[in-house]
């Protein structure tokens, strides 16, 4: 059973996942590459995966775990956390942990092995953001679960282990402590001012234009005042909501197309990038917030993080976000 | 002139380093390697270098910046930060910025190519970190500076551009956050228990030993409780003392034999791994503290830092400490 485990000074969790490596050197240094043909992600080899959580584009009259699909998902096969059991928290003199409990699940993106998110029409990528959200809403009736985690790692050096298209979900017991600070963070600033930062961001991004990349009706995209590296990029809706899940399907199709335009435009300046993007959204159990606004980060992974960053949680960024975005402004995708 | 932008939502203060990176695509991606006979840390080249800021070894009758030392510190000829210059902090609509002033330092760690931190002789190491303390008295004066980190970066995966033996030291006008929140953190531990936690974790850890890997008269190194990532390794001192630029040079001998004994059985259980270290010890401005303890945190650089874990604050690790710790305790160095 895997465990989670609580730092004692500043109070972060990490998941102590022992099933994932055998021995103690037993580290994972590259990536696993299927044999050409035999992508377990690919149509005809559903039997490769666990069986399938959730599908989209096979008529329901059709046997489950076939072919015919255009987006599905199934339970990670090395999974992170498990799914059956109770938290069992307890201590251990001063140190604290649990059971490490909680989904994890892959939602493959395209039945089309060649094809990357950024490829995909807008239609698709849509499908690919409702898929998302049907599993939170299924998903947040488990009550052992206070956070639902959507990120997506594309390319070996972003964590990706299999090349075709694919994202990811972590349903966890805690609150990611990043997370928690920025809700924490933006609620200072509500409690000082009665407005949202996010809504404040995305007024001033508007208005000062040197760091927007694009926008559509209801998102907009902009490289952040201080971001960690270079072109990271924030994809941001423009009317206040705290919950991704809570966002209906019309409005999935704006961010499909907010997405897919950040991906491309990526692709195109910087060659076909490894990149990973995370959504970042309000904690299962807490209410509707004025103050948190959801909202997803893109980092291509172009950079090394070094001891600097990584001991310090201070980040140097070689690029400024003005030039980042004007970069990708005025690419040709 | 760099600058240094805070993150409006949680506070982080990121070093925008526009001198470091010319054009917005040319992202360093590789590590630059002096051509043999080159390296400009060698002995014979210090021309090659900015003047020196410290040395050890070296008569005192001997001309500055010539061969015959043995610890030689420079300023970085690429600096993250600028030395000249004030705060100059001000607002762009609802974000801050301030100059990006500061000072980054190398510390040559050996005249000899061939050998990393931990091929060093025990007196050798303690003219390392004594440089370190030197470095951090005489900086301290320069009231613009709030914070010095002392770091390592060692080979390419680590972030090291050089391979001959140096470690970092920078100061910065604002405390990094991830230091922040420890102090933060033992702070509320102190004020509930009246107790410094990392005190109450040397003693649990002397006392439960299944995380101990080595130990000497002032010093104890261990694998934490919920390390981020797998062979995460800390060095304490176990008498208490918030700085540890107020260690007496002999208290640095014990804790140079600590870190040697630590980098030569992280050598030998891992194969030579690229590897960071980094100092945490209590901020120049503020008084000495009884709930925060100075420490070194070291990290092999083994896996990829992934989306879930960039974008969340959340670490998966597959090596559990107490393997982590056995492993190390009983490899023959």
Chains 1, 2 share one sequence.
């Not at 902009?222 to 924030?234: G, H, I, L, N, V």
């Not at 009317?239 to 966002?247: K, L, P, Q, T, V």
Request: glycine share 6%; proline share 10%; with cysteine.
């Amino acid at each position: 059973m895997p465990e989670l485990r609580r730092d004692p000074i500043i109070g972060r969790w990490v998941i102590i996942a022992t099933e994932r490596a055998k021995r103690p050197a037993d580290v994972p240094h590259g990536v696993a590459r299927a044999p050409a043909g035999l992508c377990p992600f690919c149509p005809g080899h559903e039997d490769k995966t666990p069986h399938e959580v959730y599908v989209a584009g096979r008529p329901p009259s059709a046997p489950p775990n076939g072919p015919g699909w255009r987006v599905r998902v199934v339970p990670n096969r090395y999974p992170a956390l498990m799914i059956e059991g109770d938290h069992a928290r307890e201590a251990n003199g001063i140190y604290d942990r649990m059971n490490g409990i909680g989904a994890h699940e892959v939602i493959i993106e395209t039945p089309d092995h060649e094809k990357d998110l950024g490829a995909l029409t807008d239609a698709e990528v849509t499908e690919v953001l409702f898929a998302f959200k049907a599993r939170v809403m299924d998903l947040r009736n488990d009550l052992r679960f206070r956070y639902i985690l959507l990120f997506k790692n594309h390319g070996s050096p972003a964590g990706a282990t299999l090349e075709h298209a694919h994202s990811q979900l972590i349903a966890l017991p805690v609150t990611p402590r990043q997370v928690q600070e920025e809700i924490d963070g933006a609620r200072r600033h509500y409690d000082h001012r009665e407005r949202c930062i996010f809504c404040d961001i995305v007024m001033q991004e508007r208005k000062e234009r040197a760091r927007l990349v694009y926008e559509n009706e209801e998102f907009v995209v902009f490289a952040p005042w201080a971001p960690r590296s270079p072109f990271e990029t924030w994809i941001v809706p423009k009317r206040h909501e705290s919950n991704f899940e809570a966002e209906p399907k019309e409005r999935l199709g704006y961010c499909a197309q907010a997405l897919r335009s950040t991906l491309r435009r990526l692709g195109a300046a910087l060659g076909a990038p490894p990149y990973n993007f995370i959504v970042h959204s309000n904690p299962l159990r807490d209410a509707a917030s004025p103050s948190y606004h959801w909202h997803i980060e893109v980092m291509p992974a172009l950079t090394h993080v070094a001891g600097f960053e990584w001991g310090s949680g201070f980040h140097i960024n070689p690029v400024p976000p003005e030039e980042a975005a004007e970069f990708l402004r005025l690419v040709a995708t």
